[in-house]
């Protein structure tokens, strides 16, 4: 999170010099009076956000940063976005003004790579956009893109190198780059725990409605182990309710749901109330008999085995808390043990089967995104074995 805030600090200050630049090419090569915009060659025509607010009409590409999502002429989302049809771009990356923003339309074509709802990383990173300068939620705006690119080939910045070149990640992970076994989790137990929010219980509730959204469709939520799509307005303690289900069970160290383990979205899903008393507190391995309501999973006396989609999720889910919870807080030291029916010891497992899921089941959009929503927008920290799950061999191997 350090690193990250002063990267982007150090990109808005150099914009002005960039800037200065821009603006002298862009009228050194700008096509005679009169000429449409249109015209401008491409090249050496790729406008600073102010010109294109300042030249709507025509065609253009335009270069700013990611500030946010518009819904409205003097709205912007900077965080916990709800769709991917539009972007708000700015000349500086802390832009906090609607006034200095383009609004960029993003259409079905580009929406799985730029929509923000998808990617909510993107914000702070510049990008290109070529169409047409229109007014777009009655603001000067880009509408019908025919070309998005990250980036624009004036990189102000290097990229911090990271341990194994995980693209937007990198800097986050700058201090754990080249480590591996012990310093390596020793590492990552800092970074993963500086500059951490703590939610409330309650305020769990709407953040997994963002965190845990159906793809295709927003106005639901998918369930963990069940993989049932339901209403985010289902939640409850009723039949036929989804509730908060703890993967790292909460009487496995007696963390209750005081704001800490207890209320870390990295270890929170939607489950169906029922599957969820099913589950109880039982530890994770193969083998037991089918779950009539939650088709894939298993289950005997004394552990749980996730449908296959899920697997791997849940196997990171458990390494995060172990690495996460090291008892140098108020909370309970949380460790993963190779066994099952460990009671209410701070111990989970089986490690064997959960080390077999990360390989089996590696991390897919929806883990990924919510990992992205997370950091951006909820707690400030990030799960490793997500963005590296290479690591779980390194630390648990
Ligand atoms: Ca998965
Ligand atoms: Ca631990």
Do not use: C
């Not at 990109?11 to 960039?18: G, H, S």
């Not at 963002?210 to 039949?239: C, E, F, H, M, W």
């Not at 790292?248 to 029922?274: I, Y």
């Not at 064997?352 to 089941?361: G, I, K, P, T, V």
């Amino acid at each position: 999170m350090p690193a990250l805030t002063s990267q982007r600090r150090a990109v808005a200050l150099t914009m002005p010099a960039l800037l200065a630049v821009l603006a002298l090419a862009v009228t050194l090569v700008r096509a005679p009076a009169g000429a449409p915009t249109g015209m401008l060659p491409m090249a050496a025509g790729t406008l600073t956000v102010a010109q294109a607010i300042g030249s709507q009409g025509g065609a253009g590409t335009v270069r700013g940063y990611v500030v946010g999502q518009p819904t409205a002429a003097n709205t912007v989302l900077s965080s916990g976005f709800t769709g991917d049809t539009a972007l708000a771009i700015a000349d500086s990356s802390g832009e906090t003004d609607t006034g200095d923003m383009l609004y960029v339309q993003v259409t079905s074509a580009y929406r799985s790579a730029f929509g923000l709802r998808t990617n909510p990383g993107l914000v702070g990173d510049a990008v290109t956009v070529t169409g047409t300068l229109s007014a777009y939620f009655t603001h000067p705006g880009l509408k019908s893109p025919t070309a998005m690119t990250l980036g624009g080939g004036t990189p102000t910045t290097a990229p911090t190198p990271g341990p194994t070149g995980s693209g937007g990640s990198d800097a986050y992970y700058a201090a754990a780059a080249g480590k591996t076994g012990a310093s390596l989790r020793t590492a990552l137990h800092t970074i993963i725990s500086s500059g951490v929010t703590k939610l409330s219980y309650d305020a769990v509730w709407n953040a997994l409605k963002a965190t845990d959204q159906d793809p295709a469709n927003s106005a639901n939520v998918i369930l963990l182990y069940s993989g049932t799509s339901r209403s985010k307005t289902l939640n409850g303690g009723d039949a036929g309710d989804w509730n908060r289900e703890h993967v790292w069970a909460k009487s496995h160290g007696d963390f209750g749901t005081a704001a800490g383990p207890g209320t870390d979205l990295h270890h929170l899903r939607p489950e169906d109330v029922h599957v969820n008393a099913e589950r109880d507190n039982k530890d994770f391995d193969t083998g037991g008999t089918a779950v009539a309501d939650a088709p894939g999973n298993r289950t005997d006396a004394d552990s749980w085995e996730p449908r296959a989609a899920v697997r791997g999720d849940v196997a990171r889910m458990i390494f995060y808390m172990a690495v996460r919870y090291e008892g140098g807080d108020s909370w309970p030291d949380l460790e993963v043990d190779d066994a099952t029916g460990s009671g209410t010891a701070p111990r989970l497992g089986r490690l064997s089967a959960l080390r077999q899921w990360n390989a089996q089941d590696p991390p897919d959009a929806f883990e990924k995104r919510r990992n992205e929503l997370i950091y951006s927008a909820y707690q400030h920290n990030r799960n490793p074995f997500i963005d590296h799950p290479e690591w779980v061999g390194a630390i648990f191997g």
